[in-house]
């Protein structure tokens, strides 16, 4: 069956440091993956969207790699700031709708 | 320019009850979408609407209905609810869902419990 998933566990880390998201899948071909942030009470909002045949994309402190190979994706943030504490849901292009992932939860602490 | 707009914003209803979500988009966008959040499962598609006057299945349509009513408007009714259609209800859109990589546009959320 087909499975997107991201990482299990709330992200924790100090001002200044960077986060690193993975997103894995099987049973997929996507030939995009996206990026979005969700804040608590709110819709997603598009970050960054990156093709099968880019292996890195970078928007501002956002950097996000694609392996086709691994089936993964990782999502960067560097000199994270405390306004970066969001959910990071990662989304597959799959005939032409979009499959999500749970979500990954960060929070900076300042 | 606001956007997607989704009405209403919380709702309580009882078992069997039915109602209908509205949605609008004010950006021209040909497809509209319908999904549900709920803890620890990410985002789920129970409709959508490539363009207008057409609506398909996601992966989560079973007791619920749409209504591509105009190209801004896309409606999702609930015609019997039930306490497993307790989530956060988002409605998207984007310029045209065929086109690869078109960003999502999403709304605020309905939040809706049922008793």
């Known amino acids: 069956s087909q499975k997107i998933e991201q990482n299990s566990e709330a992200l924790n880390i100090q001002e200044g440091k960077t986060a690193t998201l993975t997103c894995n899948y099987t049973n997929y071909s996507p030939a995009y993956l996206q990026w979005y942030r969700q804040d608590p009470g709110r819709g997603p909002v598009f970050l960054l969207l990156i093709r099968e045949n880019e292996k890195e994309k970078r928007k501002e402190r956002l950097k996000v790699t694609f392996d086709t190979t691994l089936k993964q994706s990782l999502f960067h943030i560097t000199a994270s700031q405390p306004a970066d504490s969001a959910t990071y849901l990662c989304?597959?292009?799959?005939?032409?709708?979009?499959?999500f992932g749970a979500g990954t939860t960060v929070t900076v602490r300042a | 320019n606001a956007g997607v707009t989704q009405t209403p914003k919380f709702q309580v209803l009882k078992t069997g009850q039915s109602m209908t979500l509205q949605c609008a988009q004010d950006?021209?966008?040909?497809?509209m979408y319908w999904y549900r959040q709920d803890p620890g499962m990410g985002l789920r598609l129970i409709y959508y609407?490539?363009?207008?006057?057409?609506?398909d299945k996601g992966e989560v349509p079973n007791g619920y209905n749409v209504s591509r009513l105009n190209k801004r408007e896309f409606s999702l009714r609930l015609e019997s609810a039930a306490p497993s259609q307790t989530s956060v209800y988002f409605c998207a859109s984007s310029e045209r869902g065929t086109s690869p990589g078109n960003e999502q546009f999403f709304g605020p959320g309905t939040r809706l419990t049922v008793l």
């Open positions: 950006m021209n966008h040909n497809s």
């Open positions: 609407s490539a363009s207008e006057g057409t609506t």
């Open positions: 989304a597959l292009l799959n005939d032409y709708k979009l499959s």
